[in-house]
Structures are given as structure tokens and as C-alpha cells.
């Protein structure tokens, strides 16, 4: 419980601290007018007030990424604890404030062209590919569960392909529609139930007892069931991912790049929405950890790997359970919302943001909606083809496409504070974690090569040193021609 609480604590300070730091170093300045003033046109560029847009950037990113990982991820034991708290704070937090800032200094840039600006044009022309991939994967991903959930709640001739329909067909509302229209009016709604229902599971375990594990020693090795099929490193970092870092948060920081009005926002709603976002993982991470148990009871990392191993290993399953429990008939109907609802809004942006991204790569103005449908058209139809394929399949490509693009974004990070003479160690410290995290995930994992920790760890390190001394070179090379001493490196 101490421990649980005291990283809590951590993730408040750090904002107050390692944000401001963060935003020194990108360097924020309230005096340059923002995309939203200079580039407004009532569909993706349209001024809104800072405390819609943060609810709005909070859900964008969260779904229910920071529920599912952190109950798949407390499997690992409290190692996820430092995970969330460390991980939300010198990287997920860095990686969302530089992708969303960077996108408002660039006219309200999709991630591939400001990744192209600072590492090249051939990885503008990759990352252009890799972001659509994974933001259709991310829509797909949304979608399935609430259908699957939707169809076991509602008469049988209601199934899921007619779910399917139902949720896709509002997809294309949310992807054509003003963002102000739909978007801003119904999301902030529910960024504040997913926050209810969090704090709400949060105190519940506090005042109640459970028995929360500690961050100590003898609790640090890996408690997951299957430890051999599933090592702790780098299996948890890519499983616990909206909590901590996730890619897929540079996809949706441009949309509400294009709606703030001012630089100094960026801190609260960049950064500040990832570390609300650590919290709710810490807590979900806590209640898994300790509801199986009971209150006042023991083992509740073995108990939550026998349960879940029961139900094959269904999250929606232990969030319902859970919500049932601690928070009684409203537990159990923000349950269904949180479900339902938080995917299919983190599903719709998705497409909103691949539209957006294959329009900045073409240059094709979105004013009209003829132009939005004849980008959007073909994302759904793809979407829905994908929709008959293995979920669990689909599932997996997506955690680690996730973390893939999160490392990018990062180094693109440090290459704009070489650009800008600073000093680029926060942002290339975490890129260097992540890219060690990223090749050794895909040696090891069964839908990468397959082989073992032994092999696995010396790639994913070794790779990991040589890209960071190849940016050190190119930082260096970038130093010399801006005519500045090579100790800012």
C-alpha cells in the first residue's frame, strides 16, 4: 500500500518538476501565434478552451490502454509499479509533450512529417507508411471488443457484425465531422467518467485495505505465470504501454496541436494528460494486483495470473469483475462505459488521424468533405476486412508497432534539440531504452523471430548502442554546421 501510494506521489511531483524541465528544454514561447489562430478552417483547426482540449488529448490516448495493459502488465508483478512511474515520466511524458509541441511549431504536423524534417526524408517516407498501418490497426483493435461486448448484452439478432456496422458507421461521423462538432462535445464527458472511475477503484482499495503489494527487493522478479514464455524484459515494457509510453499518442497529439491557443498550454495538455494517464495505470495495475486477494488477504499476483489464465486472460473480464465489486451498480455501469465507450473513442480518432496523415503527405486540403471522404473511404474499408482476422493476432503487431513508433518519434525529439544547440540527453536516454526494448521484443516474441533471451538480450543492447552512436554522429556532423562547439553533445 505504502508503495502505491508513494508512486502516486511521484508521478504529481514529477509533473510539477520534470514537466517544467522538459518544457524549458523544448522551449516553449507564448508570444508565436498557434496553427488554431493563424491556420483556422472550422474542420481540424478550430481554437477550443484548454481544459476541453486536455479531457479530449486524455481520452485521444487513453481508451482503455491504461485498464487493459496495466491488468496484463500486473501479471508481471510490482516491477509494473516502476514501469508506470519511470516510464510516464522520462519517456511517455517527454515523447508526448516534444510530438505534440513539435506538430503545433509545424502548422499542426502529422508525426511523419516532423519525424522527416529531423531524421530525413527516408524515414518520412517509412513513417508515413508505419503510422496509417498502425493507426487502421489501433481502429480495428477498438472496435472488436465493444462489438463482441455489445452483442453478448443485446438480443441475439442483434450479433456482432451488426455491432460492427453500428460502430464503424460512426467512425465516419467522428472522422468527417468538425473536430467541435461530436468530438469536443461528447469526449470530455467521457475523459471525466474514465477519471471517476479510476479514482473511484483507487480509493476503494485504499480505504478498504487490499493488500496492495510492495516495491521491494524480494517482490522484484518476474511473478508471471508463464515467466519463460514471457520474460520480464522487454515483455512488460511493450505490454504496459498507454501507461507509460505509447506511440500512438504522437498520432493523436496533432489533432489537438491544431486547437490549442497557446505554447504554455502544452505542458498541461501534452504532458499532463500522460502522467493522468500514469495514474490511472497505477491504479488499475494496484487493483489487479490485490482484488483477487481480497481484503487483507495474500498472493494476489498468484491469484490474478490463476484467474486470468481461467478466463483467457480477459481484461474486460477483470474490469467488470472489479468495477462490480468495489463500486456496486455505478461501478458496473461505468464497467460497460468504460468497456464500450473509451475504445470506440480512441478507435474513431485513430481513422480522424490517418486521414489527416495521408492528407499532410499528399498536401490534399481537407475543407470540403469530398476530399475527407475520398481519403476515408478506403481506411474503412480496409479497417472492416481486418475486422475477420484473429483479434489476438491483431493485438500483438499493434504492442509492438506501438513502442516501435514511440522510439522514432524520440529520437526525432533529440535531433530537434540538437537543432536548437541543447542539450538532447532527455530525449535520447529514453530513445536509447526503447530501441534496446523494440529489437529485443521482436527477436524474442512468437510473432517476431522467436528465440531466446540469450540471443535476444545481446542483440537488443548492442543494436541499441550502435543507433545511439550513429545519432551521436549525426548530432555531431549537425553541430559543426550550425558552427557550435561539440560539448552541447
Not at 458507421?169 to 467541435?180: C, G, R, S
Not at 514464455?229 to 498520432?251: D, E, M, N, Q, R
Request: charged fraction near 10%; glycine fraction near 10%; hydrophobic fraction near 50%.
Amino acid at each position: 500500500m505504502i508503495s502505491f501510494i508513494f508512486s502516486l506521489i511521484l508521478l504529481v511531483v514529477g509533473y510539477c518538476i520534470y514537466g517544467k524541465v522538459v518544457e524549458r528544454a523544448f522551449g516553449v514561447d507564448e508570444s508565436i501565434q498557434t496553427p488554431a489562430i493563424r491556420l483556422q478552417d472550422g474542420v481540424d483547426y478550430v481554437p477550443m478552451p484548454e481544459w476541453k482540449i486536455f479531457l479530449i488529448q486524455f481520452l485521444n490516448i487513453a481508451g482503455l490502454g491504461p485498464i487493459f495493459g496495466a491488468i496484463l502488465g500486473a501479471m508481471f508483478g510490482p516491477a509494473a509499479f516502476l514501469w508506470i512511474v519511470f516510464g510516464c515520466l522520462f519517456a511517455g511524458g517527454v515523447h508526448d509533450f516534444f510530438s505534440g509541441m513539435l506538430s503545433v511549431r509545424h502548422d499542426g504536423a502529422s508525426v511523419p512529417e516532423i519525424v522527416g524534417k529531423y531524421l530525413g526524408n527516408g524515414f518520412k517516407q517509412f513513417m508515413r507508411v508505419f503510422s496509417v498501418v498502425l493507426l487502421v490497426l489501433v481502429g480495428v483493435v477498438f472496435v472488436m471488443g465493444p462489438a463482441g461486448l455489445l452483442a453478448s448484452l443485446t438480443p441475439e439478432s442483434l450479433d456482432k457484425t451488426f455491432w460492427l456496422y453500428v460502430i464503424f458507421a460512426y467512425y465516419i461521423l467522428a472522422t468527417l465531422l468538425p473536430i467541435d462538432k461530436l468530438i469536443g462535445k461528447i469526449y470530455p464527458i467521457f475523459g471525466v467518467s474514465l477519471l471517476i472511475m479510476a479514482l473511484g477503484v483507487g480509493g476503494k482499495l485504499i480505504i478498504d485495505g487490499y493488500p496492495i503489494p510492495e516495491v521491494i527487493p524480494a517482490n522484484l522478479y518476474n511473478m508471471h505465470s508463464n515467466p519463460e514464455a514471457t520474460p520480464l524484459f522487454p515483455v512488460l515494457f511493450i505490454t504496459i504501454a498507454c501507461g507509460a509510453i505509447s506511440g500512438f499518442h504522437s498520432t493523436q497529439s496533432p489533432l489537438m496541436a491544431r486547437c490549442i491557443t497557446s505554447e504554455k498550454q502544452g505542458r498541461r495538455i501534452f504532458y499532463g494528460s500522460m502522467v493522468a494517464e500514469g495514474v490511472v495505470a497505477l491504479i488499475w495495475a494496484a487493483a489487479a494486483m490485490s482484488f483477487f486477494a481480497g481484503p487483507h488477504g495474500v498472493d494476489g499476483v498468484t491469484k490474478l495470473n490463476d484467474v486470468m489464465a481461467a478466463n483467457k486472460n480477459n481484461a474486460a473480464w477483470a474490469v467488470s469483475t472489479i468495477c462490480n465489486s468495489l463500486l456496486g451498480k455505478v461501478g458496473g455501469a461505468l464497467a460497460i462505459l468504460g468497456v464500450v465507450a473509451c475504445p470506440i473513442t480512441s478507435g474513431d480518432t485513430a481513422f480522424r488521424s490517418a486521414r489527416l496523415t495521408i492528407a499532410d503527405s499528399i498536401k490534399y486540403k481537407q475543407e470540403n468533405i469530398k476530399s475527407r471522404l475520398i481519403i476515408s473511404v478506403p481506411l474503412f474499408v480496409v479497417g472492416f476486412i481486418l475486422t475477420k482476422i484473429d483479434f489476438n493476432i491483431i493485438w500483438r503487431y499493434f504492442g509492438w508497432s506501438n513502442q516501435a513508433l514511440a522510439t522514432v518519434v524520440l529520437w526525432a525529439s533529440a535531433m530537434y534539440l540538437v537543432w536548437n544547440k541543447k542539450s538532447h540527453w532527455i530525449a535520447s536516454i529514453p530513445a536509447t531504452f526503447m530501441t534496446a526494448v523494440s529489437i529485443s521484443y521482436i527477436i524474442v516474441a512468437p510473432e517476431g523471430f522467436k528465440l531466446s533471451t540469450t540471443v535476444g538480450y545481446p542483440i537488443g543492447i548492442i543494436g541499441a548502442i550502435v543507433i545511439l552512436g550513429i545519432f551521436l554522429f549525426k548530432a555531431k556532423q549537425k553541430i559543426e554546421s550550425l558552427g557550435t562547439s561539440s560539448k552541447t553533445v
